[in-house]
């Protein structure tokens, strides 16, 4: 493996790969011993990495029964969902002012390529997209431990593994956002948190995409 950057860096994004191609899908157990041979490295950056994605979810470190990738039941998709439309929303309040015609024009040519990248089932590129629509506010906020929060979180509902989307539900999500940009414009910070906590990132309001997303993905969902 190349040394330009940190070993466990390394195997963590080995693990980022075999969980977003779903190689490691929800339920599967990590054998430390055959990855260990197999990336011919020794146990403790193996081990580093897995402590960093046990922290962030992804899975959990058996004591003397090994390591298995989680699943995600519903009720932890809930909790997700209110932690961020809570941390969105209260940080789209914080920057508010800081919102300009520069960052109002990318959301706005960033929901412009979304709507492209559906059409052409470009699901990758419209993911992205996406992570960069909210980031054009997320990244004026001075709180670093809150942005480091949330990309995990997102990483946890999309990523592992990689899932194919909902073009109803995805059209929903450019509407929302849409109306996000028009409150902005209006000076309307209330309505524009509100469309961020209430409805973009509110469980109930998506809940049956949400069981037909994770369900179409072979995705068990337990309450």
């Known amino acids: ?13 080995f693990f980022w ?6 190689m490691l899908a929800p339920g599967a157990a990590i054998n430390m011993n055959e990855i260990s041979k197999k990336l011919g490295i020794s146990k403790t950056p193996l081990r580093d990495a897995l402590i960093q994605l046990e922290t962030e979810g992804f899975v959990t470190i058996l004591p003397r ?5 989680n699943k995600l039941p519903l009720h932890e998709i809930k909790s997700f969902y209110e932690i ?26 960033l929901n412009a390529e979304q709507i492209k990248a559906l059409t052409n089932r470009e699901y ?26 949330l990309m995990p979180i997102k990483r946890r509902l999309y990523d ?5 989307y909902l073009i109803e539900w995805e059209m929903i999500n450019i509407d929302e956002h849409n109306r996000l940009i028009t409150c902005i414009k209006k000076g309307n910070r209330l309505g ?14 998506h809940q049956k995409y949400l069981k037909k997303f994770y369900t179409l993905n072979n995705e068990a969902l337990k309450k």
């Open 124 to 149: 990758e590129h419209y993911y992205r997209l996406n992570l960069a629509f909210h980031d054009v506010f997320l990244n004026l906020s001075d709180n670093d431990i809150l942005k480091k929060i």
């Open 17 to 22: 790969q075999q969980m977003q191609s779903g």
């Open 84 to 109: 961020l439309g809570a941390l969105e929303s209260a940080a789209l309040l914080s920057v508010f002012d800081k919102i300009k015609n520069n960052q109002i024009e990318q959301m706005e040519d």
């Open 65 to 69: 029964r090994g390591i298995v990738v």
């Open 160 to 164: 592992f593994p990689r899932r194919d």
């Open 192 to 205: 524009a948190a509100s469309i961020i906590k209430d409805e973009h990132w509110n469980f109930d309001y």
């Open 1 to 13: 493996m190349s040394n330009q950057i940190s070993l466990r860096e390394q195997v963590y994004h």
